[in-house]
Antibody
Framework: QVQLQQSGAELAKPGSSVKISCKAS????????ISWIKQTTGQGLEYIGY????????NYNEKFKGKATLTVDKSSSTAFMQLSSLTPDDSAVYYC???????????WGQGTLVTVSS | NIVMTQSPKSMSISVGDRVTMNCKAS??????IAWYQQKPGQSPKLLIY???NRYTGVPDRFTGGGYGTDFTLTINSVQAEDAAFYYC?????????FGSGTKLEIK
């Protein structure tokens, strides 16, 4: 069955970076894009961007350009998101989700909590 | 960017009632809308895609409708387990913007 397994919670200091992962299983990894979504209590769900897992091409929400960097490792069927220059506003749960043209966003990871605090 | 506006922000409904929630796009998005249900501590779950297609395993009491800029999610005969947040999302064309959500409480 399709699964997206995300890495564990992160505690990071302001100004640092974190890299979270999303390991896919149960399907052909390069057949579907992976999207990333941010969720905070105050802001609800925010779309960050997606990566073409076959070509590595990316598309970012303007708000997250310079903040998020999306990459993939096809050999391990894993997508990554690096968040840089962290501030307390980056504290959130981050989800990966599998995007498909026919049925979009049917599969989500369990979420990764990132806490930014000194 | 397209803005997705959901209403109401919250609603309190009795078991067995019918409820309709709304999602309005700031521009014409055709039928490129999805609806999700999210319960505390869980990831969002896809309910409806392309405005009116019910996803596999979703009870048929959930119905999506609309086209263009105005969309609805209707739950017929609400059950206690339907208490959750519901989000709409523009799909197919990036950015895949989400609405701010509707909280459904069961009396």
């Amino acid at each position: 069955q399709v699964q997206l397994q995300q890495s564990g919670a992160e505690l990071a200091k302001p100004g640092s970076s974190v890299k979270i992962s999303c390991k896919a299983s149960g399907y052909t990894f390069t057949s579907y894009y992976i999207s990333w979504i941010k969720q905070t209590t105050g802001q609800g769900l925010e779309y960050i961007g997606y990566i073409n897992t076959g070509s590595g091409g990316t598309n970012y929400n303007e708000k997250f350009k310079g903040k998020a960097t999306l990459t993939v490792d096809k050999s391990s069927s894993t997508a990554f998101m690096q968040l840089s220059s962290l501030t307390p506003d980056d504290s959130a749960v981050y989800y990966c989700a599998r995007d498909g043209t026919r049925v979009p966003f049917a599969y989500w990871g369990q979420g990764t909590l990132v806490t930014v605090s000194s | 960017n397209i803005v997705m506006t959901q209403s109401p922000k919250s609603m309190s409904i009795s078991v067995g009632d019918r409820v309709t929630m709304n999602c309005k796009a700031s521009q014409n998005v055709g039928n490129n809308i999805a609806w999700y249900q999210q319960k505390p501590g869980q990831s969002p779950k896809l309910l409806i895609y392309y405005a009116s297609n019910r996803y596999t395993g979703v009870p048929d009491r959930f119905t999506g409708g609309g086209y263009g800029t105005d969309f609805t999610l209707t739950i017929n005969s609400v059950q206690a387990e339907d208490a959750a947040f519901y989000y709409c999302q523009r799909i197919y064309n990036s950015p895949f913007t989400f609405g701010s959500g509707t909280k459904l409480e069961i009396k």
